[in-house]
């Protein structure tokens, strides 16, 4: 089994910034894909940020330029550094992993796992 641990969200006045991190940890072989997504409560799980193996980063039009993420493959890890957040920012994070997992002595997969979510408040 895989698990994510998301921490450092909270409470951040307009123009402030945070950082998310995601660990992921368990029987994992190889990780793929990381990315971080948000929701809002009564609406879709919606794309923030993916950063692929190599490193190549994707970023939703109302983040660019003020988030950046970032991956450590030696810790498992995958960062989100938000700065010069806004009140429409205020949500909860998840992040979502892609991974190639050994399941069963011998058998291999690849799976997506989420993280248990973070809470963003962004208000003065």
């Known amino acids: 089994q895989v698990q994510l641990v998301e921490s450092g969200g909270g409470l951040v006045q307009p123009g402030g910034s945070l950082r998310l991190s995601c660990v992921a940890s368990g029987s994992i072989l190889s990780v793929n894909d990381m990315g971080w997504y948000r929701q809002t409560p009564g609406k879709e799980r919606e794309l923030v940020a993916r950063?692929?193996?190599?490193?190549?980063?994707t970023y939703v039009e109302a983040v660019q330029g003020r988030f950046t993420i970032s991956r450590d493959n030696a810790k498992k890890t995958v960062y989100l550094q938000m700065n010069s957040l806004k009140p429409e920012d205020t949500d909860v994070y998840y992040c979502n992993v892609e991974v190639l997992e050994e399941y069963r002595v011998w058998r291999r997969r690849t799976s997506t796992y989420w993280g248990q979510g973070t809470q963003v408040t962004v208000s003065s």
């Open positions: 950063i692929s193996s190599g490193g190549t980063t």
